[in-house]
């Protein structure tokens, strides 16, 4: 939606853009712009989807971008208890090179990668591409420290605690609106000695989401376990029609990948590849696998070249409990299809699974039609369908893409009105002038 709008129209700017190099730096601006009614917007890589960034000014003098860039360090590295601190505008690459010098990794990938940075990823809780192995970014999440207009925290003190709530989670997905992030604790892994590929066929998605919940749910351990569609497959086929030695017609096409030791990985893969034959998959090899890992990061920047050749292009993105996946999956569709149909174009609706859980899993939409009128308004119309369709099936309205300002009117069913009432009271403990990123989040 943010590169729809910067096309189509005119895009709002900051009035000004400051750079801070520490915490003191941080909690001079927010008392200043406290006392002075300035909005605040932390920035990190700029790759939000949903408006996230969006320098909304409201009723306030002012509205400021606090770019985190120049907060960029390794603060340091306990390889015996495979931890790390992360300056919050260390960016996805640039973890993994200062991790790597010394051996580690985070293991963090979403598309976003590139250009994403520490700070955003636990401030949106972030999903990677290899979080069937790893976890979500907010597992990852050891400690952080926090700068609000109220005063700094510093919180988590041990891998695991009974000591009240755990105030991580405040700040955990909390988009910039409690307080600026400026360190993260992680935890890290060595680098994997070994890494095996193998891609599946499935004759139709529902038999391939039930391979990957027996997969899921028994515990094989892949660190990527992914499936793509019949839509999503027969665009990735379209120009071959084949995948390695194997002839591909139709179906569905699994990604699966395994990281570690020699010995861990050969396992593992054994385990989840028996899995997946006993459930109707055809092993396509190591080369679809090994394509898709080439390009996994190139799929959101092809968006520039659609629009410029009049296409509309646009994602979206959930998750549910694997009982009701299909059903979400129908209603998404239908309500994608019609929405743009009513708009006087018909629309490709792709799908893929791409997080997996013991209980459910992501539905990741990918949405191509014709341009017709004012496309971002043409586009708010399916992305509301899709969305009432989301909350109407009792799905969560946003898996990883984090709430910002697109998806905030769907908080209230999301969280129930009480649950509202908890977020507002947080907003004015640690931020009574409601300068922190106004508009997003909290209905």
Known sequence: MDLLRRKQSHQDAPD????????????????????????????????????????????????????????????????ISMEAELGAGVTGPDAERLLGEQGFSLGHFP????????????????????????????????GLTVVTPAGVLDLGRAPESAAGPDLRELFTGSEGVFGVITRVRLRVHPIPESVRYEAWSFPDFATGATALRAVTQIGTGPTVLRLSD???????????????????????????LFEGSAAHTE????????????????????????????????????????????ALCETLETATTWSNLATLKSAVTEALTSALAESGTPALVMCHISHVYPTGASLYFTVVAGQRGDVTQQWMAAKVAASEAISRSGATITHHHAVGADHRRWMTAEIGELGVKVLQAVKQAVDPAGILNPGKLIP
Do not use: K
């Open 230 to 256: 019949e839509a999503e497959t027969g665009v990735n086929l379209a120009t071959t029609g084949r995948i390695g030695e194997q002839s591909v017609t139709g179906g569905c096409l699994a990604i699966t």
């Open 111 to 142: 598309q976003s990668f590139r250009f994403a940075t520490i700070g955003g990823f636990a401030a949106t809780r972030s999903s990677g591409q290899d979080s069937a192995g790893y976890g979500r970014f907010n597992d990852m999440i050891r």
């Open 267 to 310: 396992s593992r893969h054994a385990e989840t590849r028996a899995v997946l034959a006993a459930h109707g998959g055809t092993s396509l090899g190591e080369d679809p696998a090994r394509a898709w890992e080439h390009g996994r990061f190139d799929a959101p920047y092809l968006r520039d070249s659609l629009l410029a050749a009049g």
């Open 16 to 79: 000004a853009v400051l750079l801070p190099g520490n915490e003191d730096e941080i909690a001079t601006v927010l008392r200043y712009c406290s006392q002075h009614g300035i909005a605040v917007v932390p920035f990190g890589g700029g790759t939000s989807v949903v408006g996230g960034l969006d320098p909304i000014r409201g009723s306030f003098a002012a509205v400021v971008s606090l770019d985190l860039r120049r907060l960029n360090a390794l603060h340091w590295l306990d390889q």
